[in-house]
């Protein structure tokens, strides 16, 4: 089992998941943010349960995403003081992004949710195997579902 | 833009750094901003249903009614106070599962049988304090029409408590639907 030092040091390493999870998930960087914070609150959760038997990155990847599903997104925007000074704040600094990411972005999030959590783990290269086990459905299931998901997002993108 | 060209414009999105003590941060819960929006509504209400219970049993002739009514009044307060404390736990609790499925499908049982004892112990409530305040007045038509438009404003509440817990499991029910259906 990791010390806490490892686990941070793993979820700093792997921390882009996380962020592009927020950016499809939610729309507001306020929303983006609470959500960033829950997924790392959930995973040092369930931390005690992850075995090492799966990559880091897959269990990363099951605990955001179900985060992300399952939590509640507040109905109205909060005004709240920042706590941290604006270079360690988690905004998004929209220049960041290129238009095609944006694009790509805009267009995943026009998705439902279970359809984003597919396509986030089939562009970041799982296999259908790895796929199925943190969704939780089986491989062929997760080919029939991609297959749709692809021909959708790229109308998307095309006609946004 | 083909699937290799998504790909790829995916994985080069850059994304903000968080430093670890920032991290270290976000793992303590007395820092988690919904858990400590959840404390302190609930300690609002303990010290709000204590001073209304305190109020009842030494300005309002507590002594007059009879022991019923104050044991009535004593626990349809207490337990909706007792179990949002399981609410707390319960909003801990997001990952319920080995996978995405089968911790969406648990967390609907649970919050299902979260929100059925919630809304049975705030009818609970309002019918013992009902009974308590009724419990020594002769019910009159007048006062039984008065009673009836108070319990509107009663109902109201737990009428949108209803639809906010409808609407939460009904948002995981279609996601889970939308992971299990084929294709």
């Known amino acids: 089992m990791m010390s806490e030092k490892e686990f941070l040091s793993m979820v700093k390493d792997n921390q882009g998941i996380i962020h592009k999870i927020c950016r499809i998930y939610r729309d507001s960087p306020e929303d983006r943010e609470d959500l960033f914070q829950e997924v790392i609150f959930q995973l040092w959760r369930s931390y005690p349960s992850f075995s090492g038997s799966s990559k880091s990155s897959t269990w990363l990847y099951r605990v955001a995403l179900n985060t992300a599903m399952a939590s509640f997104r507040k109905n109205k925007p909060d005004v709240t003081l920042a706590e941290y000074l604006p270079d360690v704040q988690l905004k998004d600094n929209i220049n960041e992004y290129n238009e095609r990411q944006e694009a790509l972005l805009a267009a995943i999030r026009q998705l439902s949710e279970p359809d984003r959590a597919l396509i986030a783990l089939f562009l970041d290269e799982l296999s259908y195997q790895q796929i199925a086990l943190i969704i939780g459905i089986s491989e062929n299931n997760v080919g029939v579902k991609l297959n749709r998901i692809k021909i959708r997002l790229q109308k998307l993108i095309i006609k946004p | ?183």
């Open chain 2, 1 to 183: 833009m083909n699937i290799e060209e998504l790909r790829s414009e995916w994985q080069s999105i850059k994304t903000p750094q968080v430093e670890l003590d920032r991290l270290k941060d976000m793992t303590i819960e007395k820092s988690h901003p919904v858990l400590s929006r959840i404390r302190k509504q609930l300690m609002m209400e303990l010290i709000g249903w204590s001073a209304f219970v305190i109020i009842c049993f030494t300005g309002l002739d507590a002594e007059q009614k009879p022991m019923l009514a104050n044991a009535i009044l004593l626990l349809s307060v207490t337990l909706p106070i007792i179990f949002n404390t399981y609410g707390y736990r319960l909003s801990k609790e997001l990952i319920a599962g080995p996978d995405i499925s089968s911790s969406l499908q648990n967390r609907i049982n649970a919050l299902k049988n979260f929100a059925i004892i919630s809304v049975m112990l705030r009818i609970i409530l309002i019918s013992g304090v009902a009974y308590f305040f009724l419990s020594t007045v002769d019910i009159t038509q007048g006062k039984l029409m008065l009673l009836g438009a108070g319990s509107v404003f009663l109902i109201f509440p737990l009428y949108l408590l209803v639809r906010i817990w409808k609407k939460r499991i009904g948002k995981l029910k279609d996601n889970l639907r939308l992971l299990k259906e084929l294709g």
